[in-house]
Structure formats: C-alpha cells, structure tokens
C-alpha cells in the first residue's frame, strides 16, 4: 500500500541519517586521533596546543589519554629528548621509595626491628620483641620506631578497607596485573593481618562484675594473590596510597584519596604499550602528586574555614554561580541547601561519585588541560547546577536535595559547553582587575 511504501521511505532516510551522523562521528575521532598523534611526535611538544587539543575530549585509543595526561600534570617534560632520562630518574626514585616505605615484616626474624622514616633501623640489632621496646620507653629509639610502625598499621588498614571497595562493580582492579609483585615486597594486607595484635578491654555488667571483651584481631580482608609472586591491582593501588602517605605526614592518607586514584591508576595501567603499563604504578604516583599539590588542602581539616581550605572553595563556587545565575543561587539560599550538602563531594573527590568512568574521565580530560584546574572544577560544578536549575528552581528543598546529591545523567558534553562559558567569564574578570590595578599602580 502506499502507507507501508512512504513508511519504508522514512525508515529508509532515518537510517542513512544515523549512518552519515556515525560516519561523521567517527571521521571526528579520526582527526583527533591524527591530531594529537601529530602533536606527541614533536621533538618540542606546544604545551598550549596539546591543551586545546585535550580539552576537546581525547581518544580512548592508541594509549593517547595517558600519554597526554603524563605530559598535562608536568610529569613528563615538553622536550621528548629529555623523557628517557626524567622517566629513568623518577621510576627509580619510586623504586626507592617502596624500598623504604613498605616495611617487610618477615625481615624483624632477622634481627632488625622496622625503618619507618626511610632512614634505616636506628635500634640496636638482634632486638625483635615489639612489646619489650614499648615496655623501655617512649624516649628508647626502638620504642619510637615500633609505635611509628603500628600506627602506620591503622592507616594501612583503613587504605585496605577503602580499596578494597573501590568501584566494586567495575573487575579490573580484582583482576590480577599480569606482571610480577615488585622484587622484595610482600603483600601489605599480610602486614596488617599478622601484625594487628588481639587485644582485650575491660567492661562492666550492670551487677558492677568486671569481665574481659576480646576486639578483633584483623580487619576482615578478602585473599588475594597472597605470597604469590602475581598481585592485584588493588594491592597496587594499596601501595601507592601507603607509599604517598609515608612521604607527606602532613596529610597522610584521607578517604576520598582512593577514588582519585583509582581511575588515574585505571589509564596508566590500561596503556596498549607494554613499557608504560610495566611502569604504571611509578607514574601513577608522581602524577597522582601532581594532581594532590592542587586540591590536598580540600583534605585537611584544619584548614576547612580557613582561606585555602574546602570551606573557601564553596564559597567560591556559591560567589561564582551567583553571577552567572543569580536566580537558582537564590533559590538555594531560600532553602538553606547548603554547598556542604553536595558539592564537599564534588570539589574533595574530583566528581568521581557523580559520574560513570567513562564520562569521569572525558571530564578529566578537559580538567587536566585548563591552566587553573581549580577554577576550571569550579566552572564544572557551577555548570551543574546551571544544567538543573529549572528543576531546582520548581522544586522544594527534599526534591532539590536529592536531585543534587544524586545528580543525574546529562551529556558531559553540555556540561562542559556551560563550564566553558563560565570559566571564560571568570577569566575576563580576572584580566580586568588586573588591568584596573596595573592603571593604580600607574
């Protein structure tokens, strides 16, 4: 009939739209691809460029993404006749720090009780009893190092814990990594397991008796590899976190800091070259520093209401958002919904919980490629809210506060379009102060 004929017209021409859409898609990825693989094989690698081409989204091809990423967090130099060495020099710096940080507790059978500053076992040798060195006093230099070593064990066990955890739905970090454990190191999950000792408080019944209550000795912690040569890349991660909290005491290890670290350990790992995935977890960790000297204030608590903490952060968000969009920051004043009730977790884990790994790290992308990663977090922040702000401006504060906490699936592309809007505006601003007070100066 002619309704079926004009219906498998339609039909006809959706389909050749779709294709010539995809057709179009895929020749977009092609030149980003030749792109960016034209920027990487210069002897002198533009750094605004490699920028501008990353912001605009980078291939999951190739191992592009953790090539440019190396190079946007300053872990590899601009020059690429200078790679082999810097890499050479940091990869066995790492080496070394895993050599002093990740203490093997199989080595006190030998006599020498632990190195927990890196700087070799002070005590005398032949001295292995923990409880004996604790029993001489704080001041007795074996004492020290057996109570910096136990509590290095708390927050080694709260690491396990929260890696452990770390995307569950998601197998690699469960899977083995395929390569063998590094020379010399023991799996830091038997650390804790054998060296968290039981101990017992003393509670009283309501009949004034006292009894003894024993605690658990160990965390409960799923086997992995074992003393296996063979490790799972979430013992990796583990070791990274350890390593990381070691060499900066200040902040040591925050939950929060796993989630980071996972997706950026997730990109250098997967990397199609067998050189760069051998050395994922060396330059996982001096880019995960890179990425920590922006944002590690977020983190400390004693800095949350002070100039540089997570508290000023929010309100540089709120300030932003207010001139961009006056109206929805009205409305949440109205309400009282308060930025530490969703956008803490924003700014603290780099939008890890809001978003599927995909997206998280097309975000990324563009994050690690702005010249101020924090203002440019800001901009995206700010462009959520903006990307609900009808919903939010309808709604009451319950809905509102669901909507917020739980964000819900947009394109990241439009996120990003807004963001880009917003971090534009503020560059403008930032330009004219600086033009006003260069004419004061005058």
Not at 383 to 399: I, K, P, T, Y
């Amino acid at each position: 009939s002619v309704g079926c004929r004009r219906c498998d017209a339609l039909l006809v021409r959706w389909v050749t739209c779709c294709g010539d859409r995809v057709s179009v898609t895929m020749a977009r990825v092609q030149q980003r691809v030749a792109d960016l693989e034209a920027l990487l094989a210069q002897d002198k690698i533009p750094l605004d460029k490699l920028r501008a081409a990353c912001h605009q989204g980078i291939p999951d091809k190739k191992g592009l993404r953790s090539s440019c990423w190396r190079l946007l967090l300053r872990y590899l130099p601009c020059d690429r006749s200078s790679w082999a060495s810097s890499l050479q020099k940091n990869r066995e710096l790492y080496r070394t720090f895993v050599r002093e940080c990740v203490v093997d507790t199989h080595e006190y059978a030998k006599g020498e009780p632990p190195a927990t500053s890196g700087q070799g076992a002070a005590a005398s040798a032949g001295f292995i009893d923990p409880l004996g060195a604790l029993a001489e006093g704080a001041d007795d230099p074996a004492a020290q190092q057996w109570d910096a070593y136990f509590k290095d064990n708390e927050v080694l066990d709260q690491i396990i814990k929260d890696v452990k955890r770390l995307a569950p739905d998601f197998a690699f970090f469960q899977a083995p990594t395929g390569r063998p454990r590094p020379e010399g190191v023991k799996p830091l999950h038997l650390r804790v397991q054998r060296d968290i000792l039981e101990s017992e408080t003393i509670q009283h019944s309501r009949s004034g008796i006292p009894t003894m209550k024993k605690k658990a000795s160990t965390s409960s912690l799923a086997s992995s590899t074992a003393d296996d040569e063979e490790e799972c890349h979430w013992e990796v991660v583990a070791r990274l976190l350890f390593v990381y909290a070691k060499l900066n005491p200040g902040i040591a290890y925050v939950q929060g800091m796993n989630e980071i670290l996972g997706p950026l350990y997730f990109v250098m790992a997967s990397d199609p070259g067998d050189d760069w995935r051998a050395n994922a977890e060396a330059d996982t960790f001096f880019c995960f520093t890179a990425i920590m000297s922006e944002i590690r204030d977020s983190f400390i608590k004693t800095l949350d209401d002070s100039d540089i903490g997570i508290g000023s952060l929010m309100r540089r968000l709120m300030s932003m958002l207010q001139k961009f969009d006056p109206e929805v920051t009205r409305v949440l004043d109205e309400q009282q919904l308060k930025p530490q009730f969703f956008a803490f977790r924003w700014l603290t884990l780099l939008l890890c919980q809001e978003f599927a790994l995909p997206e998280l790290l097309r975000l990324w992308d563009s994050l690690f490629a702005a010249e101020d990663l924090v203002q440019y977090l800001l901009s995206i922040c700010s462009s959520m809210v903006v990307n609900v702000r009808d919903a939010l401006v309808e709604g009451e504060f319950a809905d509102n506060m669901k909507l917020l906490q739980r964000f819900p699936e947009i394109d990241v592309h439009l996120i990003l379009q807004q963001a880009d809007k917003i971090n534009d505006q503020e560059n403008h601003e930032k330009r004219h102060r600086r033009f006003l007070q260069s004419g004061s100066v005058r």
